[in-house]
């Protein structure tokens, strides 16, 4: 495996040049700057609002000093709040090729168009004149979703990748599951996996503030449809989404932004801090994928039952498909079949390690069906969280 | 594109029951279950159980915890014979009753 090095010890597995939009007065000038190259490594990223969100600012720093990224260009229209100087700043003190362009002092959309190409340009042949170096499995940052889920996603998909992401902690990388709101009832079985009884506390306090954030927006969040599935308990549709975590110890408790300081299995904290504010937690699936990353995951795992066709800008995805029947009809899409798993065609553990030599395979830059299909979604929107207190990440015992 | 990879494994005839963990007491109907059908060594079908549900794979006695997952996802409300569908009618959560449609609790 090999991966371009920066200048913060972290490697990526691709080296790509991100064209990012910091309202969405400047989204259309962006695509255009980026579109030509978009299967050229030039990805299309952003941030809609006008207004500033210190949480957006963060997770926008994390993506444009991704692993993965090698260089950004900047496409503000001109009178928007996000702080384009402190994030030029931010990138370039990353060791980066990184410039801004200002729709309203450029000329407006034609020659903001024609400037950022040239740009583009400038740094495609200063990131493909780059030499990648070894990199090992214990430098990667995994993370996992689940989306279009169905009752096969928590008997196949989730439980073939938890049994991935053991694999992965033992080869001394790092793994991210989220979506504390839909842990609620696991708990019990999560916080004595939890390295220390503080970060234990912290796990079931995050799931509790889930909890009461859920109930606040109304959610009942398990549905008659559920039971008519076979399904019968709140904690048992959890422990479904559970199973995407493995069986390692918890080393710690992640808000978006933070990335890992060493290998382990570690939980992201998704729901917002203090009275709900602005909404659903996460708006749709790659609004996690868009924390995951934030967070230095350089790929994601996403089990799908339905049959999700999202991928992500940056970092990519590795669909793994939970239901046979789906799998046949979008396989195009799909990365892994664990739906065979239900009709005796494979074990959980055979499709584990299936996942987990993929992974190795991706990072050592096979594309995934998404990546080659073109998919680069990206979503960014308005949340707020506190810093995560220090018992979330214990030091590491000697 | 990445193809499938075979496991290493021989395929298995289809098998009526996936059990997820080593120390679950039931295992999940994978595919539709007749009454009186051998599901699994000393275990046999109690009634029709349909896709996805659960089955008990041994007794279980009134307040025991129903383990999938290798955890607890409830309690047994009554006593449970090997072989019988474990759902609303026999176990409940510890956390929250489960509604179903029309306002019926589970509990």
Redesign the interface.
């Known amino acids: 495996m090999k991966g371009w090095l920066r200048q913060d010890g972290r490697k990526g597995i691709r080296n790509i040049v991100a064209v990012v939009y910091l309202v969405e007065c400047a989204h259309h000038v962006a695509r255009e700057i980026a579109h030509p190259d978009r299967e050229n490594g030039v990805h299309l990223v952003g941030f809609p609002g006008c207004y500033p969100n210190p949480y957006a600012r963060k997770v926008m720093e994390r993506i444009c000093t991704h692993p993965n990224v090698g260089a950004v260009l900047l496409v503000s229209l001109g009178c928007e709040s996000f702080d384009r100087a402190g994030l030029a700043q931010a990138v370039a003190a990353s060791g980066r090729p990184v410039e801004t362009l200002i729709i309203q002092q450029a000329g407006g959309t034609r020659r903001t168009i024609e400037a950022g190409r040239d740009a583009v340009a400038r740094m495609r042949s200063v990131l493909d004149a780059q030499v990648p170096v070894p990199m090992d499995v214990s430098e990667l940052v995994v993370g996992t979703i689940c989306g279009g889920s169905d009752a096969t996603s928590g008997l196949t998909a989730n439980p073939a990748m938890g049994r991935a992401f053991d694999l992965l902690v033992e080869a001394g990388a790092a793994c991210i599951f989220e979506e504390t709101g839909e842990l609620i009832g696991c708990e019990g079985a999560m916080v004595p996996r939890a390295v220390t009884p503080e970060l234990g506390h912290e796990i079931a306090e995050s799931v509790s503030k889930a909890a009461r954030y859920y109930a606040t927006l109304g959610y009942g969040s398990f549905a008659p449809g559920n039971a008519d599935g076979g399904l019968t308990t709140i904690e048992e549709k959890s422990m479904g989404a559970y199973a995407k975590s493995g069986a390692s110890p918890i080393s710690g408790l992640l808000k978006p932004g933070d990335v890992p300081p060493h290998g382990g299995l570690y939980l992201l904290d998704v729901v917002p801090d203090g009275e709900v504010r602005f909404g659903f937690p996460n708006i749709s699936d790659n609004a996690e994928i868009v924390e995951l990353m934030a967070c230095g995951a350089h790929v994601t795992l996403f089990s799908t039952g339905r049959g999700s066709v999202v991928g992500s800008a940056i970092a990519p995805v590795i669909k793994v498909c939970a239901n046979a029947d789906t799998y046949r009809r979008l396989s195009d899409d799909m990365d892994i079949d664990a739906g065979r798993i239900l009709e005796g065609r494979g074990t959980l553990d055979g499709v584990g390690r299936e996942v987990f030599e993929l992974i190795l395979d991706v990072a050592d830059g096979a594309p995934t069906a998404s990546e080659a299909m073109g998919h680069q979604e990206f979503i960014l929107t308005y949340k707020s969280f506190e810093p995560a207190g220090p018992a979330c990440l214990p030091a590491r015992a000697a | 594109?990445?193809t499938?990879?075979v496991?290493?494994?021989a395929?298995?005839?289809?098998?009526a029951l996936?059990v997820?963990e080593t120390a679950d007491n039931v295992g999940?109907?994978?595919r539709p279950l007749a009454a009186g059908e051998s599901i699994a060594p000393g275990v046999t079908a109690a009634a029709d159980i349909?896709?996805?549900?659960?089955v008990a794979l041994r007794e279980i006695a009134r307040g025991q915890k129903?383990v999938?997952?290798?955890?607890?996802?409830?309690s047994a409300t009554h006593d449970i014979a090997a072989g019988a569908r474990?759902?609303?009618e026999n176990?409940?959560?510890?956390?929250?009753v489960?509604?179903?449609?029309g306002g019926e609790l589970?509990a």
């Open positions: 594109m990445h499938a990879s496991d290493g494994v395929a298995q005839p289809l098998s996936l997820l999940v109907a994978l349909g896709f996805g549900f659960k129903i999938k997952y290798g955890v607890s996802i409830g474990v759902h609303l176990m409940t959560s510890d956390y929250t489960t509604h179903l449609r589970s």
